[in-house]
């Protein structure tokens, strides 16, 4: 079982930046692949960033790619996403999730946190 707890969204002006953080709870947390989502009002959840449970793959949405930068720290049970260069369609309730394999695939996540909101204003 694995709990997951967001923060760090808010309101910002375009091209400002933001950093989510995703808190885990759960002794297995380092076996999980980790990824974000985000759903805008109207729209379906889409993928955003993944990463494997090591770290050492990582795999972007066209949408954040060059502009997004996601990460963990196993030791602190901790995945990150640094968002820069936001643009206005970057608005939208962002989500973590965990997965037993490494996805883009929403459908293969088992665990979702409650979700922060981020807006940005053009």
């Known amino acids: 079982q694995v709990q997951l707890v967001e923060s760090g969204g808010g309101l910002v002006q375009a091209g400002g930046s933001l950093r989510l953080s995703c808190a885990a709870s759960?002794?297995?947390?380092?076996?999980?692949?980790m990824g974000w989502f985000r759903q805008a009002p109207g729209k379906e959840r889409e993928f955003v960033a993944a990463i494997s449970w090591s770290a050492s793959s990582v795999y972007y949405a066209d949408s954040a790619r060059g502009r997004f930068t996601i990460s963990r720290d196993n030791g602190k049970n901790m995945v990150y996403l640094q968002m820069n260069s936001l643009k206005p369609e970057d608005t939208a309730v962002y989500y973590c999730?965990?997965?037993?394999?490494?996805?883009?695939?929403?459908?293969?996540?088992?665990?979702w946190g409650q979700g922060t909101q981020v807006t940005v204003s053009s």
């Open positions: 759960g002794r297995t947390f380092s076996r999980y692949a």
């Open positions: 999730a965990a997965c037993r394999v490494f996805s883009a695939s929403l459908n293969e996540y088992d665990y």
